[in-house]
């Protein structure tokens, strides 16, 4: 059995898309202040929600005094983005590089079995199961290690 066939193509793959989103959320607890973050997004939401209920009254004073703060406003989004972009920029290269070997590796081979699909998604966008099967396992580990590292809120 090799590495091109199910299952240890499914395994290596879910064992890289655990491996990715455990680096990533790691570098976005260190790189990144995610209480500060949620803070941010909290003001910027309080803000946009004001600003729609002002605008949706009619409330012009009020719309011009929340309108005063939206250039502070401009400056949180964009170091919210910064944020982002500090961990994006440190792992593109190195990931780009894993494509390239994988991409022909797998090309035309069947990576797993999608339960009450098979190995072939019906959909016309990335045919292979490569793309999808690490799509799939990059949004589950992703979203684990998000919550385990305080990275995303838990509603209430």
């Known amino acids: 059995m090799s590495l091109q066939e199910i299952p240890l193509?499914?395994?290596l793959m879910f064992g890289l898309a655990a491996?990715?989103?455990?680096?990533?959320?790691?570098?976005?607890?260190?790189?990144?202040?995610?209480?500060?973050?949620?803070?941010?997004?909290?003001?910027?939401s309080e803000w946009n929600s004001q600003?729609?209920?002002?605008?949706?009254?009619?409330?012009?004073?009020?719309?011009?005094?929340?309108?005063?703060?939206?250039?502070?406003?401009?400056?949180?989004?964009?170091?919210m983005s910064w944020?982002?972009?500090?961990?994006?920029?440190?792992?593109?290269i190195p990931l780009l590089i894993i494509w390239?070997?994988?991409?022909p590796f797998f090309y035309g081979k069947n990576l797993a079995y999608f339960p009450g699909?098979?190995?072939?998604?019906?959909?016309?966008?990335?045919?292979?199961s490569l793309v999808w099967w690490y799509l799939l396992?990059?949004?589950f580990f992703g979203t684990m290690f998000s919550h385990v590292f305080g990275l995303i809120e838990v509603s209430d």
């Not at 680096?23 to 910027?44: C, D, F, G, Y």
């Open 51 to 79: 600003l729609r209920k002002a605008q949706k009254a009619g409330d012009k004073k009020t719309v011009e005094k929340l309108m005063k703060k939206q250039q502070y406003i401009l400056q949180l989004q964009s170091k």
């Open 9 to 11: 193509s499914t395994l």
């Open 117 to 128: 699909i098979g190995a072939n998604l019906p959909v016309p966008l990335f045919g292979s």
């Open 19 to 44: 491996s990715i989103s455990l680096l990533t959320s790691l570098a976005n607890r260190l790189l990144t202040n995610p209480e500060k973050s949620k803070a941010w997004r909290k003001e910027i």
């Open 83 to 92: 944020q982002q972009l500090k961990v994006t920029l440190i792992f593109i």
């Open 137 to 139: 396992s990059s949004f």
């Open 100 to 103: 390239q070997f994988l991409g």
